[in-house]
């Protein structure tokens, strides 16, 4: 479960620090980064599930989620695209919390999504 936490944070912070480069050439709004990231999270559910369940599933996306709300913001804002105007550990708490249950809220989806994509065992 680590690597595949590991394996998903690295997806996530790579894909963050690429469109923290991009999103200022292209004029894009973070939005489209914070689905990116989602999509990462729910990535994380659904091969997360199929070590042990649903909850291995979301909390696979909220352990993505936490690295990605460390590494991953403090990678951008070193690129300049996660600079927020007040920086307070209040604001920070927001943001983490936030994105964590995001994450074990994506990793959920992608646990049932991935439940849902499993074919059916057939009986002999």
Not at 19 to 31: K, R
Not at 42 to 64: D, I, N, P, Y
């Amino acid at each position: 479960m680590i690597r595949l936490i590991l394996l998903g944070a690295t997806i996530v912070v790579a894909f963050d620090a690429l469109a923290s480069l991009l999103l200022p050439l292209v004029g894009g709004s973070l939005l489209w980064m914070f689905i990116g990231e989602t999509l990462v999270y729910c990535g994380t559910g659904v091969a997360a599930s199929r070590l042990g369940g649903f909850w291995k599933g979301a909390r696979g996306g909220a352990g993505v989620a936490a690295i990605d709300a460390t590494i991953g913001w403090g990678m951008t804002w070193a690129i300049g695209t996660g600079r927020v105007s007040e920086l307070t550990p209040v604001n920070v708490t927001i943001v983490f919390t936030v994105m964590v249950s995001v994450g074990a809220l994506a990793g959920g989806v992608g646990a049932l999504l991935g439940r849902l994509a499993r074919p059916a065992s057939v009986a002999s």
